[in-house]
């Protein structure tokens, strides 16, 4: 049996409208969702269950995309734990998106088919 | 938050080291009205009704402050995602993506509201801290006070958060849907160190918008409802022209002091000699002239004149239009021979600036503004207003009669200090008439000259004249004279006729225009 954490998402977003339709999208597809309206709950909730994959914001209250990134980075180290891929949904430039360290960029207002591919690129589908 | 000081001390005295504790807006025109700017670590509030433009003002203040270097916060407490809010702006010049993430974020409270006031004004003074902010928005005050009812709890939340937020050198600016002088707005207000208020209304079917500095403690704004222009470009406020003369704000410097003695400078002529001799000369320099006349009399071709003779003498000129096209004007130049002339004149240095608006919908502050502009970069000498009347609907339409007066007066004291020479078209209304005649309107009474032009009709003929009405600085000869309009050479005046109101033997040439 495949372990929950193996397609769990960790969605940060600040905007309650735009977590909750990506969350219900995800768990649709039969993935698992965690959500937070900031870094600071977002590293939080991974220490906790540390997630397979990373969908957040850039620009966020108290701990912006990019400072929740090096975080989890840290973190990962520390706990041993395999480094999630991130994918940033930003109206940042991409640039900027870059230093972020994300391993993709979603710009937004982005197309929940394109969460949906993303998703089964990193995690599969599952089953 | 700012301590209070005496009223008039923000610009004014001590101005150099009040003017480093002001912050530029980045819109046109309201750091002149504000007195300088705003103040740093002021608590800014802007009201105004469903779109006005409170959204993209402080959206624009903030992208200024973000191109200055500073570290700017935009906080949405509005029922929108923020990637709608930036969509809206991507609409704009002053929108810059490059500087979205770092330094301007974009942020919604969504999640601290649905926590109370209080938990909001924690998150949102933390956010700022994390963000190192020093300019911080927060858009749609609305959303805040529908958290909590108390209007005390939403004083106290703005006390709070602009409090906090001055400490940590950041000024802020709050989007409030409200009317600035609605009463139940007062609690609010109190707290304030900058009010703006926003206006806009529907008049008959024209939407109007207009900018009221409320309040800005320590400081003079300029007084009054000033126009508002939302474009592509943003906003941008045009003071109110009566306004910005007294205070001196708003009004760039002008050239020198202006200490020559008009009536010992070389007068502003037509170079038509009967009609320059009328005048003893010329135009008093710095005066302001009526040219009044019957429809279709030839008042544009006389102004033609005046502008080309202000060329020839080397003088920069700035001809105001609203009723011809420039290709119109051309074309009457083209008629009278003074085509070539009028084309050599408006080309690239050739000293004419020609000015034209359609006379629809005008805003009279932004053709002041306009205008003031262009007489500073050309250094004009010469304004040919063509005519009076586009320009009194203009103000009358936004607002009541009364300000028409004031408005003239305002400008002719600009075009004075500038060291103008003015001449104003304006229409009578009788198109022939047996006898002169002239009503003192308020408008002659502001003109320090006038001429008038009719058609007279004698022994069944229509004969154009002209007479010198008035001239306030200098002598004139009194009395009618015939005037053509020749195919070659526009407008010639002939001499006096030893019997008045008879012509004499000399008659116009067959090549004249109308005859």
Known sequence: METPER???????????????????????????????????????????????????????????????????AEAVSGGHTMPPIILMSAVSPGLSELAGADVVLPKPFDLAQVEALLERFLGRPA | MMSDQPPGQGAGAGEDQGASLLEPT?????????GGGLPRGALVIVAGPPGSGKTTLANQMAFAAAERGRRVLVLSALSEPTSKLLDHLRG????????????????????????????????????????????????GFRGVRGVDPDPQRARQFLYDVGTTLSLQGATTVITSEADARDPAFYPELTTADVIIGLHFTLENVRHERGLEAIKIRGGGPLP??????????????????????????????????????????????????????????????????????????????LAVHFALAGIHAGEPVVFLGFRETAAQLDYRAELVGLGEAWRAALASRGGLTLLRDDPLELDPDQVA?????????????????????????????????????????????????????????????????????????????????????????????LRRVLAVVKTRFSAHTAGLREFVITESHGVRVWPASPDHPSWGAESPPSTALGR
């Open chain 1, 7 to 73: 397609f769990l998402v960790l969605i940060v977003e600040d905007e309650g409208s735009i977590a909750g339709v990506v969350s219900a999208f995800v768990e649709d597809l039969g993935y698992h969702a965690m959500v937070a309206p900031h870094g600071v709950a977002a590293l939080e909730m991974a220490r906790v269950r540390w997630p397979a994959l990373v969908l957040t914001d850039y620009m966020m209250p108290l701990m912006s995309g990019s400072r929740l990134v090096a975080e989890l980075r």
């Open chain 2, 26 to 34: 980045g819109v046109p025109h309201l750091d002149d009205i504000l």
């Open chain 2, 92 to 139: 704009f010049r002053f929108f810059n993506q490059n500087l979205i993430g770092d330094p301007l974020q974009f942020l919604s409270l969504e999640h601290f509201l649905r926590q109370g006031l209080e938990a909001t004004s924690t998150g949102l003074l933390a956010t700022a801290k994390a963000a190192r902010a020093d300019f911080v928005v927060l858009d």
């Open chain 2, 224 to 301: 009054g409802l000033h126009s508002l222009i939302l474009n592509a470009e943003g906003m941008t406020v045009y003071p109110r022209l009566e306004v910005r003369l007294p205070s001196g704000r708003g009004m760039p410097p002008v050239a020198g002091d202006r200490p020559e003695d008009p009536g010992r400078l070389p007068r502003a002529t037509f170079d038509l000699p009967e009609l320059d001799a009328l005048l003893t000369g010329g135009l008093t320099r710095h005066t302001s002239t009526l040219l009044a006349g019957s429809p279709g009399v030839g008042k544009t071709h």
């Open chain 2, 369 to 461: 503004d306009r205008l003031l502009g262009v007489l500073d970069r050309t250094g004009a000498q010469r304004l040919v207003l063509d005519s009076l009347a586009e320009l009194e609907e203009a103000v009358c339409e936004r607002s009541t009669g009364k300000r028409w007066r004031n408005y003239l007066v305002a400008l002719l004291a600009a075009l004075r200090a500038r060291g103008v020479t003015l001449l104003v078209v304006t229409e009578t209304p009788a198109a022939i008439a047996t006898d002169l005649r002239f009503a003192a309107e308020a408008t002659a009474v502001l003109a320090e000259n006038v001429l008038l032009l009719q058609q007279i009709a004698e022994h069944g003929q």
